[in-house]
């Protein structure tokens, strides 16, 4: 009888027993990989994705633009986080000197990058350049910004740290594209070179035109040359220099916004702001109006009372002795910009 006892106990504790592995198999990990029954979590599914968290941005220059051989383009940036505060973001390109040659074969530069947020105040484009002639125009999602700055226009030798005046309106968050075009005279590309590209985002608050402090300093169409254009508004150039005074009360001499419109622009003509180079006239080689272009004016070029602006049209392409023959209209400044 205590035999049977003992018999009937050991085979409820077995049963016990098995009762508990079971339930443990369902719960503890362990268990469920020592009786093969978790396989899966050992071995991967051979189908199975990785995630890998993008930290840069590549930047993908068009298929026909190839870095002059022995230079060394680097291809990623930082992702650039537009914000409120004032910042010097990450280039959007960065080559080594020498730099890319834009010319006859190569006559244009394309890159994308890619922005956090939208631009919500006017950025600034910040590059060197070397040989500038021509208007070669400059695009941000195809929207024409202005032309590569620089007044010297010599071979070999470079103009650093120039600046172009980007709108909030042309950048937008996710990928952005920058376009750099060689600008065509007599069918010859201009032949120049560009390097230490970037972009400083929400660089300054501007203004909205009918909000701010506005001079208008022209409204007449001007053509500014020295030939004949029978086919234009205005046949007769009235000069090869642009020239006009204005003036500034005394509570708006401040950072500013100049906007023009621009008609048939060739070459890097030079806007001047009481003797201080601003920029070279935005536009394009088309018989077309360009309108409301932006240039950006800093506080010290500007002063209480009377101020001028000149336009100087500059030779170019195969020309010596024909300067460039173009129309503008519509220029007035916009005050109330801060740094």
């Not at 993008?54 to 986080?81: F, H, Q, W, Y």
């Not at 024909?322 to 220029?331: A, E, H, Q, S, V």
């Amino acid at each position: 009888m205590e035999t049977h006892r003992r018999r009937d106990l050991i085979g409820l504790l077995a049963l016990l027993v098995a009762i508990l592995t079971l339930i443990s198999a369902f719960f503890i990990p362990e268990v469920r990989q020592i009786l093969g029954l978790d396989r899966a979590s050992v071995t991967p599914s051979v189908t199975q994705e990785r995630t890998v968290e993008a930290t840069n941005a590549v930047i993908t220059p068009t298929e026909n633009l190839e870095p002059t051989p022995g230079i060394s383009a680097t291809n990623t940036t930082e992702p650039m986080s537009a914000t409120t505060t004032p910042i010097v973001v990450s280039r959007v390109i960065d080559v080594e000197d020498p730099s890319y040659r834009l010319t006859d074969d190569l006559p244009s530069f394309f890159t994308r990058f890619w922005l956090d947020d939208g631009a919500a105040l006017g950025s600034f484009l910040v590059l060197d350049t070397e040989g500038v002639n021509h208007a070669n125009p400059i695009w941000f999602n195809d929207e024409l910004v202005g032309v590569v700055p620089g007044e010297l226009g010599e071979q070999n030798r470079w103009e650093t740290e120039l600046v172009l005046f980007v709108p909030p309106a042309v950048l937008h968050e996710g990928e952005n594209e920058l376009r750099v075009e060689a600008g065509s005279v007599s069918n010859n590309y201009d032949n120049f070179g560009i390097r230490n590209l970037r972009l400083e985002v929400n660089r300054i608050a501007i203004p909205v035109r009918g909000d701010g402090v506005e001079v208008h300093i022209d409204n007449e169409v001007r053509h500014i040359g020295d030939d004949e254009r029978n086919e234009w508004l205005l046949a007769q150039p009235e000069s090869a220099l642009y020239s006009k005074f204005f003036d500034l009360p005394s509570s708006s001499a401040d950072n500013a916004l100049l906007f023009i419109s621009t008609y048939d622009v060739s070459c890097a003509n030079l806007v001047s702001i009481n003797d201080n180079y601003v920029g070279n006239l935005p536009g394009r080689a088309a018989e077309r109006w360009a309108d409301n272009l932006q240039m950006y004016i800093p506080a010290d070029y500007l002063q209480i009372g009377s101020n001028r602006i000149q336009i100087a049209a500059v030779k170019c392409g195969s020309s010596t002795s024909n300067y460039d023959d173009f129309m503008i209209r519509d220029l007035v400044l916009v005050l109330g910009v801060e740094q």
